[in-house]
């Protein structure tokens, strides 16, 4: 599902290299498609993120107006004194009020009032406070946990999205399948601004979700099977780095757009001036391939020869035949075989580790204790070098020492925060920062490791296997955020030790940096020594210069 376009290799796949070789590996029609695969990617965060902004902790009490019946010409102080019950600190209680009595005010004042009850009658907001989604469907006391409901609600629809759309994009196409998430993602972001009802607006929320993850299976899909082999990682790395982009967009559009309603427009409507994209986006040719539409395919290599300023010689053109099919795995499979079961197991908890602290830190901007929208720029700005220091890291260590020392680190800071004192905000956001740099980048390894992992057979079930456990962990995410009221640091504890755990795992994965991809599940990844491996990444580095 996710990462099918990593996935998606046959017995005949060098044959095919041969016309992406003749065309042009990365040539400019490559790279206008990678861009035009990427812009819809800077609205991506908004929609997964863009709530923690809309629901913003405001002063609020209960709503006493009834007093107001026998006292009108009570100040708001003297109705408040009356009517709100004080906590130890000595402030208004925010979830209970006294109960209404049939007194007159001489008997309430002379008497006072004991016997308290919840907020009946809805609360009161500050006046000048723009319209959030807090106070407009009363997100607080016990309403409160709707907000991390909602979000898991998102994750569910992230989750079905990957089910839905990877099912489809193999059966339709890459490109039919991408243009109806951006479509769906435009039309339910845009009514999100519409919804009279909170249940409704989390409805909505799980359908743009779905939306969501059918533009980043797609995306990930032709931007891939586009490219030469050696130029995978780096597109897909360039992908990534606009949705870090569009987290510091969100910042910015989150800072000065305070009303809810506008923008969740703001944040969404964009994606209609992509319509355009019926025009310039082609379909995968290897996808046409596979399903025996060799003319459509010569035609979209054809084109893509010409714009890289390349000619295809003819005698190739006539070599290219449908793909010889294979016997495609099953997901037992994965479990049969020792070496994959080891490797399935230990990708599928990477994962989840992946999805938990890079959403637990996402997630929780605004508990860290300093302004939000600042927080959300710079963990925005540190996705940017999380993101392109993945094409030297996997080259330099490795995959499996990468990827085990970012998913460690990642959950240490994690770790360490829940022993920071709550009132050090700089030090907690500064941990927080190196976190989400090490998940961000823990992340991106966890895509290219998985489709080198698993053989071509099954790599594609595989890979989506490892997204599912990612989806299933996102939904969990803002649930484990419940249990702050337990203990502030629960969430941050179980965010930190889950990774740290993981990334222990990841050492008993073979490495597969320079390694041939396997095809068939009857043997292992072979094992490269240090001196190959720090030959072979010297080569690719000096390849890439």
Not at 17 to 24: C, K, P, T
Not at 311 to 321: S, V, W, Y
Not at 446 to 468: D, H, K, N, W
């Amino acid at each position: 599902m996710m990462c099918s376009g990593l996935a998606t290799e046959t017995v005949t796949m060098t044959e095919f290299g041969d016309f992406i070789s003749a065309v042009g590996k990365f040539g400019l029609y490559q790279k206008l498609l990678v861009l035009f695969l990427s812009l819809p990617l800077l609205l991506n965060p908004f929609q997964m993120i863009g709530q923690v902004f809309m629901v913003v902790d405001v002063p609020h009490h209960c709503n006493t107006s009834w007093i107001r019946a026998v006292g009108p010409n009570l100040t708001e102080e003297e109705q408040l004194n009356l009517t709100l019950p004080r906590d130890a600190d000595g402030a208004y209680e925010q979830c209970s009020m006294y109960s209404p009595v049939d007194w007159d005010l001489d008997s309430i004042v002379a008497y006072g009032l004991n016997a308290t009850e919840k907020c009946n009658n809805g609360w009161v907001y500050p006046a000048a406070q723009p319209p959030s989604l807090l106070t407009e469907f009363d997100l607080v006391c016990d309403r409160k946990d709707l907000t991390d409901i909602s979000q898991s609600v998102y994750m569910v629809g992230l989750l079905l999205g990957s089910i839905i759309f990877g099912t489809l994009s193999d059966r339709i196409g890459r490109r039919p399948v991408f243009l109806i998430s951006i479509l769906l993602q435009g039309l339910f972001g845009v009514g999100l601004a519409f919804v009279p009802d909170f249940y409704v607006y989390m409805a909505f929320r799980c359908v743009t979700g779905a939306s969501v993850s059918g533009i980043l299976i797609t995306d990930l899909s032709l931007a891939t099977e586009w490219v030469g082999a050696s130029y995978r990682t780096k597109a897909v790395v360039i992908s990534h780095c606009f949705a870090a982009i569009g987290q510091m967009l969100l910042a910015g559009l989150s800072y000065g757009i305070r009303n809810w309603r506008l923008l969740e427009i703001a944040g969404s409507a964009p994606m209609f001036a992509l319509f355009f994209y019926i025009w310039v986006i082609p379909e995968s040719a290897r996808w046409l391939v596979t399903k025996g539409r060799i003319e459509e395919a010569k035609k979209v290599l054809q084109k893509a020869a010409s714009i890289n300023k390349r000619t295809i010689p003819p005698g190739l053109l006539e070599q290219l035949k449908p793909e010889t099919k294979t016997k495609p795995g099953s997901v037992l499979d994965l479990f049969r075989k020792k070496h994959l079961r080891k490797v399935t197991l230990i990708m599928l908890c990477t994962w989840f580790a992946d999805s938990l602290v890079y959403y637990g830190l996402s997630l929780n901007v605004t508990s860290f204790g300093l302004d939000i929208y600042m927080t959300q720029l710079v963990f925005g700005i540190v996705e940017l070098p999380g993101r392109l220091s993945c094409i030297f890291l996997l080259q330099w260590f490795g995959r499996k020492k990468s990827q085990a020392v970012l998913l460690l680190l990642s959950g240490l800071m994690c770790l360490i925060i829940t022993a920071i004192p709550e009132d050090q905000h700089v030090v907690i956001t500064v941990l927080a920062t190196i976190g989400k740099f090490m998940a961000t980048a823990s992340f991106s390894t966890s895509y290219v490791y998985s489709a080198e992992l698993f053989p071509t057979v099954i790599r594609q079930t595989g890979v989506g296997l490892c997204s599912m456990s990612a989806r299933v962990s996102g939904i969990v995410t803002p649930l484990i955020g419940l249990l702050t009221q337990y203990h502030r640091a629960i969430p941050m504890a179980i965010f930190g030790s889950v990774p740290v755990v993981m990334g222990l795992l990841c050492f008993l994965l073979p490495e597969t940096c320079g390694v041939d991809l396997a095809d068939n599940t009857g043997a292992a990844t072979t094992q490269l020594s240090s001196s190959t491996l720090e030959n072979l990444s010297k080569r690719d580095t000096a390849s890439m210069e």
